[in-house]
């Protein structure tokens, strides 16, 4: 189907055909863990769980999972949950959505997968198995990191972590915009023209996500305009230059030259027409007040991305070594002393023989910093892959007892996870009680005594009284 509305490309396209022409369609893939020991799939071509959502919609297991949708109706409506809170799929519209395949196929990048969940279903309800690999994401899982690392239990309420089946799921996204809304009157009129979820999507999103790994106003400023780094001059060294951030896109208006932003429909009304410059800063002013209705929303955020950055900062100008981090399953590391230099370049060539490759990779300079503006991603990714180990080792002490047809089959996709259509349930208690694991003994406060950083103040969250990390 996506061949037909073509949707991959022609990489993907060779790809896929090798694989049928070489092995009947199926294919292996090797794992290996980055440096915080997050899951990474080392595919060499195209198709992985882990590539892009055309690709994921056309990947499945290497055989079909049995579900009976009448027998087992618990089973069956975990999953058509999971399809409906991810692609808006159910049990009354997945004919409707198969019958319109093509249409959606080609209405964007979430088509796929959208015809994909629908077709599940259709398998499910006809032959009652179904090799689909059913993705389910992390709901913010960074800030619910950050709430159970500060035992914060206003914060954890707004990103479920005191969530109770059958009640209403919060949402920080909107949170952020209902309080601004309440807050700011000038702010209020204007976006009173525009639907909520609307706002939650093309202002919100970026602020939360985007803050809650540390970045300032300034990115997500870029973000909202739609700017891509695409501009580059040569600087007095001879060096070409990508401006990316944006005190190099600023200084790079500065000098005369002309940028074209492509912003969502709520920034380009907020713009007014303005161009250049006085976009940036129009863009800039918002996205800092949208910031501190957030950090006045979860003040605990700030102050955990304050003291993390703060002490990889100060323990690396006191020793020249940057700050250690170790998980709650021993795996220790530290972090970068490099950073990327996005100015330069470096061509390198590999293969053997008469088939050889060449491309450009950016090159690494030192970060006098000590890798502060990556403390707090890293701290969160290293959680995030101590959860999906705890995962891997809860499914195959489950798996010990079962026959080969019967074990569990499971991908990781860095903070989510991805089952077979009758594990729905079990990978969600899983994850619970994998959160759990994780931070029952986890403390950010040993590593910043570590480090010689004073000590934070705990609030009252119990990681007990956690019933499902809600997805």
């Not at 769980?49 to 499945?60: L, T």
């Not at 990779?361 to 290293?382: C, E, F, R, Y």
């Not at 195959?396 to 077979?420: F, G, N, T, V």
């Not at 480090?451 to 997805?471: A, S």
Request: net charge neutral.
């Amino acid at each position: 189907l996506c061949q037909q509305a073509d949707l991959l490309e022609d990489w993907e396209e060779k790809d896929a055909q090798k694989i049928f022409n070489h092995n009947d369609g199926y294919f292996y893939l090797d794992i290996f863990l980055c440096f915080r020991g997050r899951t990474h799939t080392n595919h060499r071509g195209s198709f992985s769980p882990q590539s892009n959502k055309i690709v994921r919609a056309c990947v499945d297991w290497g055989y079909e999972h049995p579900l009976d949708p009448v027998a087992q109706p618990d089973k069956y409506q975990a999953l058509v949950d999971v399809l409906y809170d991810e692609y808006g799929v159910n049990h009354d519209n997945y004919l409707e959505t198969w019958d319109n395949r093509q249409a959606i196929l080609k209405s964007g990048k979430t088509g796929p997968a959208k015809v994909r969940a629908a077709l599940c279903l259709k398998e499910l309800n006809e032959k009652k198995k179904s090799a689909y690999i059913v993705q389910q994401d992390a709901t913010q899982s960074g800030y619910q990191h950050a709430a159970a690392c500060m035992r914060d239990e206003a914060l954890g309420s707004l990103v479920n972590l005191l969530w109770k089946p059958g009640t209403t799921r919060a949402d920080l996204y909107m949170e952020v915009v209902t309080v601004i809304k309440e807050t700011d009157a000038a702010i209020n009129a204007f976006l009173s023209a525009y639907d909520d979820r609307t706002i939650r999507s093309e202002l919100a999103k970026d602020v939360v996500m985007l803050s809650g790994y540390g970045s300032s106003e300034d990115a997500i400023a870029l973000s909202w305009l739609g700017y891509a780094g695409q501009l580059r001059y040569i600087n007095e060294d001879g060096i070409e230059v990508f401006a990316e951030r944006f005190s190099e896109l600023e200084d790079c208006l500065k000098r005369g030259m002309e940028v074209d932003f492509n912003p969502d429909p709520i920034i380009r009304d907020w713009l007014k027409g303005r161009k250049g410059l006085n976009a940036m800063y129009a863009a800039r002013d918002l996205a800092l007040k949208f910031q501190k209705t957030l950090f006045d929303i979860a003040p605990s955020i700030k102050t955990l991305l304050t003291a993390l950055k703060g002490a990889a900062t100060s323990y690396y100008k006191k020793t020249g070594d940057t700050l250690t981090m170790q998980s709650p399953l021993g795996l220790r590391f530290s972090l970068p002393a490099y950073r990327v230099n996005k100015q330069t370049t470096v061509r390198i060539s590999s293969g053997s023989g008469k088939t050889r490759k060449t491309c450009s990779v950016l090159q690494m300079i030192p970060d006098s910093t000590g890798g502060a503006s990556g403390a707090l991603p890293n701290a969160m990714h290293k959680l995030d892959a101590t959860m999906q180990m705890y995962v891997n080792l809860l499914r195959m002490e489950a798996s010990k007892s079962l026959p080969p047809e019967r074990e569990w089959h499971y991908a990781d996709i860095h903070d989510s996870q991805a089952c077979s259509v009758d594990r729905v349930q079990e990978a969600s208690a899983m994850y619970t009680e994998a959160f759990k694991l994780t931070h029952r003994s986890y403390s950010i406060n040993k590593l910043l005594k570590d480090h010689n950083r004073p000590q934070l103040l705990m609030g009252n969250l119990d990681i007990e009284q956690i019933v499902k990390v809600n997805f």
